[in-house]
């Protein structure tokens, strides 16, 4: 539940494409490593073990620099974003910094190979020095943050890292199959300012969805929203669709999607409207009785597309 927001009772019945030099990232190991998959821009064979990539690290910050490399009147080099930090003036010497380029030093990373960041994670591909950033923003074996809503987790990994983590420190119920059918209870109806809530995570098809349900202000006008999120990359979510219904006296209302991955934030899904919305006073209506108190049944189901 995030700060400040009202509770609900749950019954269950049931990453911008940047350019190469945006970002400088720290060099792994520098043992030997065989490519074994394709990537953007990768090569067959070993990267280098010369320790050439050591000059490249920034004094400062300690990660791997890109154009333009500065360097005092002495050769002491640092990336740009440090030459801001230490006010022009070198660390090393103290020397003023001025704007000289180390050509040299950029020519000479042309030439070197490195390993992708998320080796550790699995991805055993190397690249070109000026393309290994490029590769690591769509990098399918990158981590993911944690799905959680609702609080600034700060949190990365793999998916089932994540799945643990969920269970163990955000308390996060658990759930196998493929259906669903959840009644939501909230006192006060008219206090939706700041509360989010992930209610459950689904195990379906050997693969494990978010099924979120808030309220929030839409502009002017509060409303409840529940939609699902796929806890792997765009790509295989797509295989999967889902629906969710709600209704009462007669009346129900239908969503069906593809659930978003997680690589897309939970804010983000959310102000795209990408999910069930529904209107306070439709809600209330759903809820009958003196329309003093939400009870919202949502059913829903995940399937996978042939």
């Not at 490593?33 to 990537?39: D, L, P, Q, R, Y």
């Not at 795209?272 to 189901?301: C, P």
């Amino acid at each position: 539940m995030a700060p400040g927001g009202s509770t609900f009772k749950e019954v269950l019945e049931s990453h911008i494409t940047i350019s190469d030099y945006d970002v400088a990232v720290k060099s792994e190991s520098t043992s030997t490593v065989t490519k074994t998959a394709a990537g953007l821009g990768s090569k067959n064979g070993v990267y280098s073990t010369n320790g050439v990539h050591e000059l490249l690290e920034c004094p400062v910050c300690t990660s791997l620099m890109y154009p333009p490399i500065h360097q005092c009147p002495n050769g002491h080099t640092l990336c740009s974003n440090c030459k801001v930090r230490v006010h022009n003036c070198c660390p090393t010497c103290r020397y003023d910094l001025g704007n000289i380029r180390c050509l040299a030093l950029e020519k000479v990373a042309e030439s070197l190979e490195l390993p992708c960041t998320y080796q550790s994670f699995g991805c055993h591909d190397i690249f070109p020095y000026y393309s290994k950033l490029k590769h690591e923003q769509h990098c399918r074996f990158r981590p993911y943050n944690c799905p959680y809503a609702g609080s600034e987790c700060s949190i990365t990994g793999d998916i089932p890292t994540l799945v643990a983590h969920l269970k163990d420190d955000h308390k996060v119920d658990m759930h196998d199959g493929c259906t669903f059918n959840h009644r939501y209870v909230k006192s006060n109806p008219h206090e939706v300012e700041n509360a989010t809530w992930m209610l459950t995570v689904f195990n379906c098809f050997g693969r494990q969805f978010c099924l979120h349900f808030e309220a929030f202000q839409l502009g002017m006008a509060p409303v409840y929203m529940a939609f699902l999120r796929f806890m792997g990359d765009d790509n295989d979510s797509k295989k999967f669709s889902y629906s969710l219904e709600v209704g009462a006296n007669g009346r129900k209302l239908i969503w069906q999607g593809i659930p978003r991955s997680i690589r897309d934030s939970h804010r983000k899904v959310r102000d795209s409207q990408d999910g069930l919305i529904i209107q306070r006073n439709l809600a209330l209506y759903f809820s009958g009785g003196d329309r003093q108190e939400l009870k919202l049944r949502v059913t829903g189901r995940i399937w996978k597309e042939e």
